[in-house]
């Protein structure tokens, strides 16, 4: 049973219960924007059926399976992305790096439709492999995406599509694989919050033949039992 409110409290003397219509306006929005964090930024480039270049960035964006590879974004209203999209179903979902981060936030703001948010952000436009949108040239890697679904449920609108390929920048690769702190992708936080990578660590996944017969605690490393 949900608490109802007509705004989130100032401070706390119980644990927080609350449901999407408790609140007015945009409280549980933000509740939810700053509980799942950090989120990736998939930097959308489309292509209007006219030819106009258009870039905004999606933080309700991740992958979402690996046979087939998907991804998916979603828009909160149709905006110039979802238009483009029901013209020519392709995207290319560009990672936005740290040194990207005022260029992505300036691509956010509410350019009319023929405007082109590459020129006004002073970002280069490169031709993708698969698909007819452009990559940002500047970002160090791109995912080429062909739209398989839209999801609409009122102002929702779920992109679903399958990555049909990659770009990785030299400079981000290192051993064999991509080095995060050399991608230092941007994490998006509530509001206009950003974070960086910070500290790294390493967890190695537990076997069942390893599990089995002790008794869960006793097999896992000393250092993370708790
Ligand atoms: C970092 C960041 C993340 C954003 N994430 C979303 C999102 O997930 N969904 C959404 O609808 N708008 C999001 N926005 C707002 C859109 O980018 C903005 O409305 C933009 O103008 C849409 O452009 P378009 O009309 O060219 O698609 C975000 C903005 C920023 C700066």
Same mark, same amino acid.
């Given at each position: ?13 119980? *644990? ?72 020519? *179903? ?79 920048? *030299? ?34 996944? *537990? ?20």
């Amino acid at each position: 049973m949900s608490q109802s409110y007509d705004g989130p409290p100032a401070t706390l003397d119980r *644990p927080l219960e609350a449901g999407p219509d408790d609140w007015q306006g945009r409280a549980f929005y933000f509740l939810m924007n700053a509980l799942v964090v950090p989120r990736p930024i998939g930097w959308i480039s489309t292509l209007s059926g006219k030819g106009v270049r258009n870039l905004a960035p999606y933080s309700h964006f991740n992958l979402m399976g690996s046979n087939p590879f998907y991804c998916a974004f979603a828009s909160t209203g149709v905006k110039d992305t979802i238009t483009n999209l029901r013209e020519v *179903p392709q995207f290319v979902a560009n990672i936005v790096s740290m040194k990207l981060l005022e260029q992505m936030n300036f691509s956010a703001c509410d350019f009319p439709a023929e405007e082109e948010e590459f020129g006004w952000a002073g970002l280069t436009p490169v031709p993708a492999v698969k698909v007819r949108p452009f990559r940002v040239g500047e970002a160090k890697a791109h995912l080429e995406c062909e739209v398989a679904q839209i999801v609409v449920d009122g102002n929702t609108n779920i992109v679903l599509a399958r990555i049909v390929h990659a770009h990785v920048d *030299p400079s981000v690769w290192k051993n064999g694989r991509v080095d995060p702190k050399l991608l230092d992708p941007a994490c998006r936080l509530a509001g206009s919050g950003y974070a960086g990578l910070g500290e790294l660590v390493n967890v190695q996944r *537990p076997e069942w033949a390893n599990v089995k017969g002790s008794r869960g605690q006793e097999a896992m490393p000393r250092e993370e039992r708790r």
